[in-house]
């Protein structure tokens, strides 16, 4: 016999084995949406209230934030002691492009194609994103039997219809052009032999418009981007983070300045328009969860545009991902897409029950695992990590054999690394932090509210995906809003006339602190996550 | 007491928990990682690390996110690798065999010791695609290299000085972009997008009350 699981994991497998015939020929039924409500309030992590603070300056003042990024916000500026000469200018371009991930690339090429002088600062390679890591999918109604509607009406009402209309409408209404893009670009996506798209369901969509490149969606992306902006010579300063933005005495922003990660030398970059593209805040940690995502997601954009002035929206949304590894330990955490459940694997408790549809929306389905691990119907794993199954060998059963290495390779991959062969074997999953839904506020255009050429795209703009994102729809929004803000960004870039560089609002920021009585002791951006244990 | 092993980072020793990855255990060791350190869950190829067990003779490649530490593991992570990606324009390309020849000619030059496949952190046959690149067939090129993160262990190894990842970037380029059949549903919906076919519609519903949009939301048909 197969064991890759400690006894009592063994023993619960059991129970998941003796229903699984049934379970095969029975859908489990959708909540109403007053059931999804209750769920919600019981156990998703955003309603608990001891997790957030109130942010006690700036533009949001008197509303909650995580505990972790209130903190980031009552920080000190990286470069209150610092004295850096903002008048030797070390790089002069139109467009400054902060993030190297799948918004700031898209941004950098469509920015280059409309011939303007556009540079990328990124705090580490490019394409070390979360971009990277998007497995599932990207979704574009493109088929006969659904449309830019459809799509809008699956998005608004995942989101608990708290988006900004004018931001789904660009999101939709532009996302089959975005699949011809990356398609013209090389991109390989998914198709039968007559070039039709294979599409799939995701959580809380209601047609099959989930387009992938096997479960290496956003690498097959990232990497096409990648070596697109290369072949432009698109200059691409790596290890390099922008730590404050620059602004001129008109209030536009004129720059930023920057930080080499590795010398600790700092240097300024002029630029007569700005996007801000540098991700998400997985790294955070908010409320101890491990996350799904890279190294550098610690929410550096919101603490830049936030002190230059910026309104945030929705900064108190987080979207953890239903299934994330509970166990291997070693990668606790890591993703588990939500395409396993796509093809077929449902999600089932410790007693063998399909407690819940395995496609309700990302939120909903996180609570429900929450719920069951909470009420003692979890599994416990070696590390005391519990979780429930994802009943994976259904995906053999549905599919034929070979769906799994053909559909999954990734996932299955990861997990014959230790051992655990999901053909034959159910996985076992926890919520992991996965997604900011909130950011830096902006208009239908990609503008900030309160900076006229500085730009948001990507995870680190707020309001596209109201207060729960769908699968597909992040990768998906990197590539509108990117290539939007890249356009729009050599448009504005021809009409700007900068005044005379400084960095006032920083010193006005540490002022608004000071009268407020508030000294966290740290600085901000936060940059890194401090994982290194120090004996002493 | 946790069950500790010994590991030897640039040759220096440090007993650490034995379930940590070697990603975790030089943090465990107090470093903090700039370089050498990205996506962290095996996506993004940051991570390549050479490897020997002491008393052992294999050198071994891994990705250090990805691999356990081992009692006696001489590590070495390698931050950086001057691979050599050619530039070219997708619009200008064709997909036939001279392009190889064009930017990639190194490829000509594999002496087949098959050094790329065995360090292959993704258990890919790395030299079968770059035999694929040789001859020009570059769907199956495309298809051999697909799960390539592009972390370069095999550049390091090869001794012809090929830089396999860049290969099969332009393979699978070519192949999105000019071999697989092209996809008639797109080019409709997206003309239809531009004719202006939906902008009623979505004016419409961006209008409509939320308690109306509750009502269709909740009641919306899904496909089967």
Redesign the interface.
């Known amino acids: 016999m197969y064991t890759p699981y400690p006894e009592n994991m063994m023993e619960s497998i059991k129970k998941v084995e003796a229903t699984r015939a049934e379970r095969m020929s029975t859908e489990p039924r959708?909540l109403?949406?007053d059931e999804k409500d209750a769920l919600l309030k019981e156990f998703h992590p955003d309603y608990n209230p001891d997790a957030f603070a109130e942010i006690k300056v700036g533009p949001n003042k008197g509303q909650k934030a995580p505990l972790e990024l209130a903190e980031m916000l009552h920080s000190t500026s990286r470069i209150a002691d610092e004295n850096i000469d903002i008048t030797k200018i070390d790089y002069d371009v139109d467009v400054l492009v902060i993030g190297g991930g799948g918004a700031g690339s898209s941004c950098a090429i469509e920015a280059h194609n409309a011939g303007a002088d556009v540079m990328i600062v990124t705090k580490?390679?490019i394409?070390?994103a979360n971009t990277?890591?998007a497995e599932g999918g990207i979704q574009?109604?493109?088929?006969?039997?659904d449309?830019?509607?459809?799509h809008?009406?699956?998005c608004?009402?995942g989101g608990h219809?708290a988006a900004r209309?004018?931001l789904?409408?660009r999101l939709?209404?532009e996302a089959?052009?975005a699949?011809?893009w990356l398609?013209?670009?090389?991109?390989?996506?998914d198709?039968d032999?007559?070039?039709?798209?294979v599409t799939t369901?995701g959580g809380g969509t209601?047609?099959?418009r989930m387009h992938a490149c096997?479960d290496?969606s956003?690498?097959?992306i990232m990497?096409?981007l990648r070596?697109?902006v290369?072949?432009r010579?698109i200059p691409v300063v790596e290890?390099t983070s922008a730590v404050e933005i620059i602004k001129d005495e008109k209030g536009q922003a004129a720059g930023a300045v920057l930080l080499n990660?590795?010398t600790g030398d700092y240097s300024v970059a002029r630029a007569k328009t700005v996007v801000i593209a540098t991700g998400g805040a997985g790294r955070m940690h908010y409320q101890g969860f491990p996350t799904?995502n890279?190294?550098g997601a610690t929410a550096d954009g919101l603490v830049l545009g936030y002190r230059a002035g910026v309104p945030l929206l929705y900064q108190d949304s987080i979207q953890y991902h239903p299934t994330g590894v509970a166990h291997p330990?070693?990668?606790q955490g890591?993703?588990v897409t939500e395409k396993v459940r796509s093809v077929g694997a449902q999600l089932v408790n410790a007693n063998g029950e399909a407690y819940i549809h395995p496609l309700e929306t990302r939120d909903v389905n996180a609570s429900g695992v929450i719920r069951e691990c909470r009420e003692g119907r979890g599994v416990e794993a070696p590390s005391g990590q519990q979780g429930v199954w994802l009943d994976t060998p259904m995906i053999e059963l549905i599919g034929g054999e070979g769906t799994i290495e053909k559909r999954i390779?990734?996932m299955f991959?990861?997990y014959m690394?230790?051992g655990i062969d999901m053909r034959k074997v159910p996985i076992l999953i926890y919520p992991t932090l996965h997604y900011q839904n909130g950011g830096l506020e902006i208009d239908g255009e990609g503008f900030t509210k309160t900076i006229p050429n500085l730009l948001a795209a990507g995870e680190a703009a707020g309001g596209i995906h109201g207060r729960n994102r769908l699968m597909g729809n992040s990768l998906l929004d990197v590539i509108v809003f990117g290539r939007n803000a890249g356009k729009k960004a050599a448009a504005k870039a021809k009409e700007v006339e900068l005044g005379t560089m400084n960095l006032d609002h920083v010193a006005g920021y540490a002022e608004e602190l000071k009268a407020a009585d508030i000294a966290s002791g740290e600085v901000s951006p936060k940059l890194?996550p401090?994982?290194?244990?120090?004996?002493r | 007491m946790e069950n500790m092993v010994n590991v030897y980072f640039s040759g220096k020793r440090y007993s650490v928990p034995a379930?940590?990855?070697i990603m975790?255990a030089m943090?465990?060791?107090?470093?903090?990682?700039?370089?050498g350190?990205?996506?962290?869950?095996?996506?993004?190829g940051?991570c390549a690390t050479v490897y020997r067990i002491k008393g052992k003779n294999e050198l071994k490649t891994c990705l250090a996110c990805?691999?356990?530490v081992e009692e006696g593991m001489y590590v070495a992570s390698i931050p950086f690798f001057p691979t050599d990606?050619r530039?070219?324009?997708?619009e200008e390309i064709k997909a036939d065999q001279r392009i190889m020849m064009e930017l990639y000619p190194e490829i000509y030059s594999c002496i087949g010791c098959n050094a790329c496949t065995k360090s292959c952190t993704?258990?890919l046959n790395v030299m079968q695609y770059i035999a694929y690149a040789q001859r020009g067939e570059f769907e199956k090129c495309?298809e051999e290299s697909?799960?390539c993160?592009?972390c370069g262990c095999c550049t390091v190894r090869c001794p012809a000085g090929i830089s396999h990842p860049h290969v099969g970037?332009l393979a699978?380029?070519?192949?999105?972009?000019y071999i697989?059949?092209?996809?008639?549903?797109?080019?409709n919906?997206?003309e239809e997008?531009?004719k202006g076919g939906?902008d009623e519609?979505?004016e419409q519903?961006?209008q409509k009350p939320?308690t109306e949009?509750?009502e269709?939301?909740?009641n919306?048909?899904?496909?089967k």
């Open positions: 959708r109403t949406a580490l390679r394409g070390d990277m890591m574009a109604a493109d088929k006969e039997n449309s830019p509607v459809q809008y009406l699956d608004f009402g219809f209309p004018e789904v409408k939709v209404m089959p052009d699949i011809k398609n013209e670009l090389g991109v390989m996506f198709k032999a007559d070039g039709r798209m369901h209601s047609r099959k096997k290496y956003g690498a097959e990497r096409t070596d697109e290369l072949n010579q290890f990660m590795e799904s890279h190294y330990v070693q990668i890591a993703l390779p990734a991959r990861m690394n230790y890194l401090q994982y290194a244990r120090h004996e | 379930d940590l990855t975790t943090e465990y060791a107090g470093y903090t990682w700039k370089r350190c990205g996506c962290r869950h095996g996506f993004c940051a990805q691999t356990q990606k530039t070219y324009d997708i993704q258990d495309a697909f799960d993160i592009g970037v699978r380029r070519l192949t999105g972009k697989a059949p092209k996809t008639e549903h797109l080019a919906r997206v997008i531009n939906y519609l979505i519903i961006m939320i949009m509750q269709l939301y909740n919306r048909e899904i496909e």
